[in-house]
Antibody
Framework: VQLVQSGAEVKKPGDSLKISCKGS????????IAWVRQMPGRGLEWMGI????????RYSPSFHGQVTLSVDKSINTAYLQWTSLKASDTAFYFC??????????????????WGQGTLVSVSS | QSVLTQPPSASGTPGQRVTISCSGS????????VSWYQQLPGTAPKLLIY???QRPSGVPDRFSGSKSGTSASLAISGLQSEDEADYFC??????????FGGGTKLTVL
């Protein structure tokens, strides 16, 4: 089971960006994918989750309207997208498979495995 | 400001037992299970404990998790130099979001 993310990006404020997370070694449509932000030298922040089977999403209030989660199950890939980047978006972004309780994603679930992370740098 | 509260740092000498706490509320730790993640320098987080006290295969039994009320703990016994890392706790909240602790940097002296 593995998640492989796209490479580092260097962008300017106002640019758009879409980064990817490709799953392998498991039945991709059967799981949720989570996205987590880690700003330089800081902790982990949950951004939201997307179900790879039907693209149902749940966003953190802190990120709702700021980013868009999507998935293409035909190629086992999840995406995180910005329409207008800000300098404050500079961070590592990790995807992770949500594992655990199949009856409810909101109880007794955890993140495993994680992608290797994508560094997004936004500077003028 | 993270929803779950962890001490920013912890330390111990090789062979010692170290405990890292994670304090929450009735809407997260008090009503849901806890997971713990280890982040070695320059790498992605890795699952260490799930369902509050379960270890994934491959994680040494030196690592253990527990919970009491609205607080959880990660214990590391027989501390080794390779345990030097950042440790994060996480739990689902009744608001249907995941909350993380701010992380604890463990130093092996």
């Amino acid at each position: 089971v593995q998640l492989v993310q796209s490479g580092a990006e260097v962008k300017k404020p106002g640019d758009s960006l879409k980064i990817s997370c490709k799953g392998s070694g498991y039945i991709f449509p059967n799981y949720w994918i989570a996205w987590v932000r880690q700003m330089p030298g800081r902790g982990l922040e949950w951004m939201g989750i997307i179900y790879a089977g039907d693209s149902e999403t749940r966003y953190s209030p802190s990120f709702h309207g700021q980013v868009t989660l999507s998935v293409d199950k035909s190629i086992n890939t999840a995406y995180l997208q910005w329409t207008s980047l800000k300098a404050s978006d500079t961070a590592f972004y990790f995807c992770a498979r949500v594992d655990g309780n199949a009856a409810s994603v909101y109880y007794d679930n955890w993140f495993d495995p994680w992608g290797q992370g994508t560094l997004v740098s936004v500077s003028s | 400001q993270s929803v779950l509260t962890q001490p920013p740092s912890a330390s111990g000498t090789p062979g010692q037992r170290v405990t890292i706490s994670c304090s929450g509320s009735t809407s997260n730790i008090g009503s849901n299970t806890v997971s713990w993640y280890q982040q070695l320098p320059g790498t992605a987080p890795k699952l260490l404990i799930y369902s509050t006290n379960q270890r994934p295969s491959g994680v040494p039994d030196r690592f253990s998790g527990s919970k009491s009320g609205t607080s959880a703990s990660l214990a590391i016994s027989g501390l080794q130099s390779e345990d030097e890392a950042d440790y994060f706790c996480a739990a689902w909240d009744d608001s249907l979001t995941v909350v993380f602790g701010g992380g604890t940097k463990l130093t092996v002296l």
